[in-house]
């Protein structure tokens, strides 16, 4: 099993930056997968981006191309999504998924991806 503790959240004013984090604990880290999910207010959870379980492969919805990048520490067990330019459109909790397979199109991360779940952390983008 895996333990995923999301961290960084908050409220910004449009065009500011964020760096989520995610810390994982349990099963081997590099074992998996990890994305990053959100659900914003009246909205389904969706997929925002992924990354492979080396760090190697990255995948982003075409919403936040150029502005989110995520990254993995095997290392300390920890992924991180930073987050620049950011948006109103962008207000909604944030989730840290771990899987164990690793797929290259985003049609493929649904919220039915992701064997182990964080909490969530809220980020409000504010005009």
């Known amino acids: 099993q895996v333990q995923l503790v999301e961290s960084g959240g908050g409220l910004v004013q449009a065009g500011d930056s964020l760096r989520l984090s995610c810390e994982a604990s349990g099963d081997s880290f590099e074992n998996y997968a990890m994305g990053w999910f959100r659900q914003g207010p009246g909205k389904e959870r969706e997929f925002v981006a992924t990354?492979?379980?080396?760090?190697?492969?990255?995948i982003y919805i075409e919403s936040v191309k150029g502005r989110f990048t995520i990254s993995r520490d095997n290392a300390k067990q920890m992924v991180h999504l930073q987050m620049n330019s950011l948006k109103p459109e962008d207000t909604a909790v944030y989730y840290c998924?771990?899987?164990?397979?690793?797929?290259?199109?985003?049609?493929?991360?649904?919220?039915?991806?992701?064997?182990?779940w964080g909490q969530g952390t809220q980020v409000t983008v504010s005009s």
């Open positions: 990354i492979s379980h080396l760090g190697g492969h990255t």
């Open positions: 998924a771990a899987d164990k397979i690793y797929y290259s199109g985003t049609s493929d991360y649904s919220p039915k991806w992701g064997d182990y």
